[in-house]
């Protein structure tokens, strides 16, 4: 199975916030982290998760934490190890909790004897670094269990959940009768959304903590048109020659790397052009992500508008460099094969990119690349616990296509910042809404600008950390 893991933190400067958002808000974010590191008297705060590449989870930590380190709070982070059937067992909770059946195996009596008997051994091996009296917070179903081990042993808990569905149902009544015993004697659970919270628990011990992004960071950082397209001819998403020197981004640690590794493509035919309009999807290898809806959504498009000039690029990461997702090479392959089904002018505009995730940062750049370069982003979810693909398209200023659900619709005003599909399943709609976005450029324009001011006021990392040291001042 392994052992638990410590990824590395270095500090950032909240102070690179100040040309964004203001001095003012700034210093009351600095001085509230005086208060929260007060108060700790030195102890860290660990969080503990399941995997440090791929999803938004991993990629809103790093960043949290390195600024809250920055800003002078101790931080640590943990990631638990586990086996094949323990991540079958949680991938099976993360689809019941979104109200999905996933692929319908049980959560009975073996399953939650993988679930315990994983997570008793990582508590043992985490606490042989952790103290009494220390704060850990534990994210998502796949460390829920890891809750009374850890209380038991003194320390303080809590557990932040990132996913659910906006009405019960029974398969997410399910999932929570699976977990709800692990949290019993946790003080503070924080969601995304209120509706995530199952009806059983205490009110009072529910927070709602909005997502974030971190607008420095190599997924966001600024790139200019000409370095986006070095970066994708280097990996192997638009055609022309790679330029030596040119496909160049900055890493967290602020040093300048260049883009080494290609993207694994299924493709039929040439690559698209610089200036053909691209249509982008980036997420994992997912079936709420609903991938082969997209495809046969594009198929729509093209039958009905011959004529028009637009590629579609379905992007994840490699199928095999995400632990806690076992679904992710099936999923892939079922993609594949729909590819394969497309009447030949269809697939012949249609790139499936399994994108390297040797390097974090290097993966981060290139899907920023690829944001960038994008006519249109979209996000056809089935079921979303925030969306931070949308996030982060639309602070690049982004026309973003979106389902009407989960943190999705927390994020976009339909038609003032975005469009909304009422129905994800609905591949006219889907259809209907990328022609708007692919004729009207003038609509396009200001979706993305105001998609950009939103994100500006209202989910940058910032705000999330204000929102975490509000409630460390009340523990």
């Known amino acids: 199975m392994g052992a638990p893991s410590e990824i590395p933190i270095s500090p950032l400067p909240l102070e690179r916030?100040?040309?964004?958002?203001?001095?003012?808000?700034?210093?009351?974010?600095?001085?509230?982290?005086?208060?929260?590191?007060?108060?700790?008297?030195?102890?860290?705060?660990?969080?503990?998760?399941?995997?440090?590449?791929?999803?938004?989870?991993?990629?809103?930590l790093r960043p949290l934490l390195s600024y809250a380190r920055g800003a002078g709070v101790q931080t640590r982070w943990m990631v638990i190890a586990g086996g094949r059937d323990f991540f079958h067992v949680t991938k099976r909770l993360h689809n019941a909790l979104h109200g999905e059946r996933g692929d319908g195996s049980s959560l009975g009596s073996h399953a939650r004897e993988i679930y315990v008997e994983t997570l008793r051994e990582n508590a043992r091996q985490l606490l042989e670094r952790m103290k009494p009296g220390e704060l850990v917070i534990l994210h998502d179903p796949q460390t829920a269990g890891l809750?009374?081990?850890?209380?038991?042993?003194?320390?303080?808990?809590?557990?932040?959940?990132?996913?659910?569905?906006?009405?019960?149902?029974?398969?997410?009544?399910?999932?929570?009768?699976?977990?709800?015993?692990?949290?019993?004697?946790?003080?503070?659970?924080?969601?995304?959304?209120?509706?995530?919270?199952?009806?059983?628990?205490?009110?009072?011990?529910?927070?709602?903590?909005?997502?974030?992004?971190?607008?420095?960071?190599?997924?966001?950082?600024?790139?200019?048109?000409?370095t986006c397209?070095?970066?994708?001819?280097?990996?192997?998403?638009?055609?022309?020659?790679?330029?030596?020197?040119?496909?160049?981004?900055?890493?967290?640690?602020?040093?300048?790397?260049?883009?080494?590794?290609?993207?694994?493509?299924?493709?039929?035919?040439?690559?698209?052009?610089?200036?053909?309009?691209?249509?982008?999807?980036?997420?994992r290898w997912d079936r709420l992500k609903d991938p082969v809806g997209v495809l046969r959504g594009f198929e729509q498009l093209l039958g009905t508008h011959p004529q028009l000039e637009a590629e579609l690029v379905l992007a994840g990461p490699n199928v095999h460099a995400v632990a806690d997702d076992p679904e992710g090479a099936q999923v892939f392959n079922e993609v594949l094969e729909a590819w394969r089904t497309l009447p030949h002018e269809v697939r012949r505009h249609v790139t499936l990119a399994s994108l390297p995730t040797h390097d974090v940062d290097e993966n981060a750049a290139i899907v920023n690349a690829l944001q960038r370069h994008a006519r249109v982003v979209v996000q056809k979810s089935l079921r979303e616990g925030f969306g931070l693909t949308v996030t982060e398209?639309?602070?690049?200023?982004?026309?973003?296509?979106?389902?009407?659900?989960?943190?999705?619709?927390?994020?976009?005003?339909?038609?003032?910042?975005?469009?909304?599909?009422?129905?994800?399943?609905?591949?006219?709609?889907?259809?209907?809404?990328?022609?708007?976005?692919?004729?009207?450029?003038?609509?396009?324009?200001?979706?993305?600008?105001?998609?950009?001011?939103?994100?500006r006021d209202h989910f940058l990392l910032v705000r999330h950390l204000v929102q975490y040291g509000e409630l460390l001042e009340r523990q």
Not at 179 to 198: N, Q, T
Not at 230 to 257: F, K, N
Request: a neutral charge; glycine letters at 8%.
């Open 393 to 455: 398209a639309m602070w690049k200023a982004r026309p973003v296509v979106a389902s009407r659900l989960g943190g999705i619709q927390d994020q976009i005003d339909d038609g003032v910042n975005g469009l909304l599909l009422e129905d994800p399943a609905d591949e006219r709609e889907f259809a209907a809404a990328l022609l708007r976005l692919l004729t009207d450029h003038g609509l396009a324009a200001r979706l993305g600008q105001n998609a950009r001011l939103r994100v």
């Open 147 to 226: 809750a009374p081990l850890l209380l038991s042993a003194g320390l303080r808990v809590i557990w932040r959940c990132h996913v659910g569905s906006d009405q019960p149902s029974p398969e997410s009544e399910r999932g929570w009768r699976f977990l709800l015993p692990d949290l019993v004697d946790v003080p503070r659970l924080i969601f995304s959304r209120r509706a995530y919270a199952p009806r059983e628990l205490d009110a009072r011990r529910v927070v709602v903590i909005e997502p974030s992004i971190d607008p420095f960071s190599p997924k966001n950082e600024e790139l200019d048109a000409p």
């Open 17 to 60: 916030f100040r040309p964004l958002l203001g001095a003012e808000r700034v210093d009351s974010a600095l001085a509230l982290a005086r208060r929260v590191a007060d108060r700790l008297g030195g102890r860290p705060i660990w969080n503990v998760n399941s995997t440090a590449v791929g999803g938004g989870v991993a990629e809103m």
């Open 229 to 283: 397209l070095a970066i994708l001819r280097c990996v192997g998403l638009v055609e022309g020659a790679p330029e030596p020197g040119r496909a160049l981004y900055l890493r967290s640690d602020g040093s300048t790397a260049q883009v080494h590794h290609a993207a694994d493509v299924m493709r039929l035919g040439r690559l698209p052009c610089a200036d053909d309009a691209m249509v982008v999807q980036v997420s």
